[in-house]
């Protein structure tokens, strides 16, 4: 995704605009290679970004894929993934501090694709993370936009 915000000063005459554009460019990325998005760069002035601000976790090995459909939901999502194992797998929903909104267990699901549907009908607009463990070991993280 691509961040541009711009920024409109009225030097007190009217009230002062912000604008946040958001692209999906969907094309693979390194966490490494990650810039800060401001002209000021990092804490450190770096231009990198090491911390994150929200909780959740970040995972160079995630080899799972998610697939989130409607995205953005209203109601009812459905979640696909390639299950790896047939361990205990977990599938939480994060606000954008990692605090856990929703968790459900699956303690027997067979291996291969895997699709469950989740009812976010009571959650507030905003954006979400869902994220899938099996047998403790993160698979696979997707955003989801709730209307």
Not at 79 to 102: C, E, L, P, Y
Request: hydrophobic share 35%.
């Amino acid at each position: 995704e691509l961040v541009a915000l711009s920024y409109t000063n009225s030097f007190g005459q009217t009230t002062d605009s912000v604008y946040i554009n958001i692209y999906e460019l969907n094309v693979p990325y390194s966490y490494e290679k990650v810039l800060w998005g401001t002209y000021k760069g990092s804490n450190e002035r770096t231009g990198f970004v090491r911390d994150m601000i929200s909780n959740i976790p970040h995972n160079e090995t995630v080899t799972g894929k998610i697939t989130i459909s409607p995205n953005p939901v209203v109601d009812k999502l459905k979640i696909s993934w390639n299950n790896s194992s047939t361990a205990k797998t977990v599938v939480r929903i994060t606000d954008i501090t990692g605090r856990a909104i929703q968790s459900f267990d699956y303690p027997n699901l067979s291996g291969g694709e895997s699709t469950i549907e989740i009812d976010l009908s009571a959650m507030q607009s905003g954006c979400y993370f869902a994220i899938v463990e099996t047998a403790g070991k993160l698979s696979a993280v997707a955003k989801i936009i709730k209307r």
